[in-house]
């Protein structure tokens, strides 16, 4: 049970909101009941404020209910008229299924190619660290968004201290970028004329369909979740 | 006379795809589920349709279903089809909340045995003054005031309903309180003449 004090100067000790509204509905423990019994016998405020809450979840309870105005049974036509996914989905689970595993192939496929053209092509190792690091890179910033996609939808109702560890990937997307500087002139420059070629939209095309793969899997387990 | 069914044995059935089994858990819980998304919609033929689609998605989601408490699982949906139609409402500012709220100022029944003129009247300033409230907190503190003090679900059944820990739904009832307690200030009178007469 949490008592409000003063920082600086000693001043009465109230309990909590939280601690008062938990006593009201009865879900406060044996010990931390008995002491707001105590405290409130002794507070006028925390008194005033049992009173208030009190007043307030009578009159809550009290409010009138209304029938159904209709029968909610579900009949056999209500299904087949409606698709097979539920209504809070944001979409079909197979449409992001298949889009997931779709993007996920492309990807791979899009690393397996800039891989094996890199070892086939030039053959240095110069060149291997580049692409790898450059990788990395793109990834890692993909990644560190991936959840604000399928779960900014969800904040409303979201466990409350969920928010704090939601920024976890960006210390991987904030790591400093390999020393370029080390080497000579000749590996710098080879460097940047890999970059400069194709190599950029080819890291353009691997960023978008990791993003797309990691949207849609996201997708398809939040409408998985809500179902 | 015969017993009425026994609902582990209807949620057992239902996950079979027994439709009229499932259909007499719809009947047990549908004015529950209707007025908890009259609560959180503040408009009759929302919620209505609301109620429909949470059943229809329960009915198919009743075979990956595990427990037997049906009814936080029920809200739970009913909640979700809820907030996705508030959702959908602010991307379409044309059926805002305030519109659905004017649509709903009609006084709600009161099914007490005999009340007197001036305890109805009391009460029926009360209600409104309480779902207008109501209908300005934020979505996740009205639901957990809805399922706890209109609704009488305990903090565990809460925290099943809205997916999120003890410590969410003690801070969301809490600060949902604080907020009605400080907008309600000028009504007092409301709440001792009410309780009064209730007593």
Redesign the interface.
């Known amino acids: 049970m949490r008592l409000e004090t003063g920082m600086f100067w000693k001043r009465p000790s109230h309990i909590s ?2 601690d ?3 006593y009201v ?1 009865g ?1 406060l423990g044996e010990g931390a009941r008995v002491r707001v019994d105590e405290h409130a016998a002794a507070c006028e405020r925390c008194r005033e404020a049992l009173d ?2 009190l ?20 009949r ?1 036509a ?2 087949e008229d ?1 698709p ?1 996914a ?3 989905a944001r979409g079909s689970p197979v449409l992001l299924g298949g889009l997931a595993t779709v993007a996920l192939v492309t990807f791979v496929t899009l690393v397996a190619v800039d891989v094996g053209g890199s070892i086939g092509g030039s053959g240095e190792s110069d060149g291997d660290n580049s692409v790898a690091e450059s990788g990395d890179q793109s990834f890692g910033d993909v990644a560190a968004e991936e959840p604000s996609s399928p779960g900014g ?1 969800e904040s ?6 969920e928010d704090a560890v939601a920024d976890d990937g960006d210390t991987r997307a904030g790591e400093p970028p390999a020393e370029p500087t080390d080497t000579g002139q000749d590996v710098t420059t080879q460097t940047e004329d890999d970059d400069d070629g194709t190599d950029v939209p080819l890291r353009a095309a691997q960023a978008g369909t990791a993003a797309l793969a990691l949207v849609a899997g996201g997708g398809l387990w939040y409408s998985r979740r ?2 | 006379m015969d017993a009425p069914p026994d609902e582990a044995d209807l949620i057992d059935r239902s996950r079979n795809g027994d439709l009229e089994a499932f259909n007499v858990i719809v009947v047990r819980y549908q004015d529950r589920v209707f007025n908890l998304c009259l609560r959180m919609l503040g408009n009759r033929q929302a919620a209505e349709d609301a109620a429909q689609e949470a059943f229809i998605s329960a009915y198919r989601a009743m075979a990956r279903v595990r427990g037997d408490n049906i009814r936080a699982w029920l809200f739970r949906i009913a909640s979700n089809v809820c907030i996705d139609e508030i959702r959908r409402r602010k991307r379409q500012p044309a059926s805002s909340l305030d519109v659905a709220r004017s649509d709903d100022e009609r006084p709600l029944d009161v099914p007490d045995a005999a009340p007197g003129p001036e305890t109805l009247a009391l009460r029926s300033e009360l209600a409104a003054a309480l779902r207008s409230e109501l209908l300005l907190l934020p979505d996740d503190q009205r639901l957990a005031i809805i399922l706890c003090d209109i609704e009488g679900l305990d903090y565990h059944e809460i925290a099943a309903a809205m997916n999120c820990s003890l410590g969410t739904v003690k801070s969301r009832i809490s600060r949902g309180r604080s907020r009605l307690r400080e907008h309600l200030h000028g009504k007092t009178e409301l709440f001792s003449d009410a309780v009064r007469h209730t007593e």
Not at chain 1, 59 to 67: H, K, N, Q, T, V
Request: cysteine-free; hydrophobic content about 45%.
């Open positions: 909101d939280e008062l509204s938990a509905d879900a208030q809450l007043q307030l979840k009578a009159s809550l309870a009290a409010m009138p209910r209304e029938s159904a105005p209709r029968s909610f049974a579900v056999q209500d299904l409606r097979a539920p209504a809070s939808g409303a109702i979201a466990d409350d201290g809500r179902a």
